[in-house]
Structure formats: structure tokens, C-alpha cells
Nanobody
């Protein structure tokens, strides 16, 4: 079964930047959209950003203007460029690939810690 794998998390100081990547382990057919979600300790998993197969993007208000979602269609790899990071961005970040069949493929997550 094809999986998606997140990478790029780590510890960064407030105001710093990180770039997360989401890479499928194989070919995922008929992807309608890919997205990033995050879950802070003790909180529910929240949506962060989405990019559709057509390249349209949407962002949660909390990250708009600071985060940029993109996708390399040749590799089916998705990225999340995170700038001006704040302590409240600390969370486990998850990648999700959604197929037109309504199947969703989630990754295992990558930890992002924003702290001085």
C-alpha cells in the first residue's frame, strides 16, 4: 500500500524558517488534492493548507502570509515552506493525499518545535 512520508521537521527559533516535504512511497493515482495538517499537544488536529491538482491553494488564517504550500508534480512531492515561525506553530505536522475516489492517505507526521 502506498504511503506518504513527511520530513523536514525540527527545532527552530521564533522567527525562523523550516521547509517540510511530503513524499509518496510509490505512485498515487488520481490525486485530487494534498494538504498539511497539524496537531499540538492536547489539541485536535487542525487543517493548515491545501493544494489541488490544478494548483489552487488555500490556507488557514493562522498561517496565511507566512506559510507557502507547493507541489512538484513530476515527483508528486509536496512542500510546506514555513517562515516567521511562532511558538504557537509547535505541533506534529501531517501530510494527507486525497484521491478522487475519496480515499485519504495520511503520513505519520513530523515534529516541529519553535522555541528559543
Amino acid at each position: 500500500q502506498v504511503q506518504v512520508l513527511e520530513s523536514g521537521g525540527g527545532l527552530v527559533q521564533p522567527g525562523g524558517s523550516l521547509r517540510l516535504s511530503c513524499t509518496p512511497s510509490g505512485t498515487i493515482f488520481r490525486i485530487s488534492s494534498m494538504g498539511w495538517y497539524r496537531q499540538a499537544p492536547g489539541k485536535q488536529r487542525d487543517w493548515v493548507a491545501t493544494i489541488t491538482s490544478g494548483g489552487n491553494t488555500n490556507y488557514a488564517d493562522s498561517v496565511k502570509g507566512r506559510f507557502t504550500i507547493s507541489r512538484d508534480n513530476t515527483k508528486s512531492t509536496m512542500y510546506l515552506q514555513m517562515n516567521s515561525l511562532k511558538p504557537e506553530d509547535t505541533a506534529v505536522y501531517y501530510c494527507k493525499a486525497s484521491q478522487y475516489t475519496s480515499i485519504e492517505i495520511w503520513g505519520q507526521g513530523t515534529q516541529v518545535i519553535v522555541s528559543s
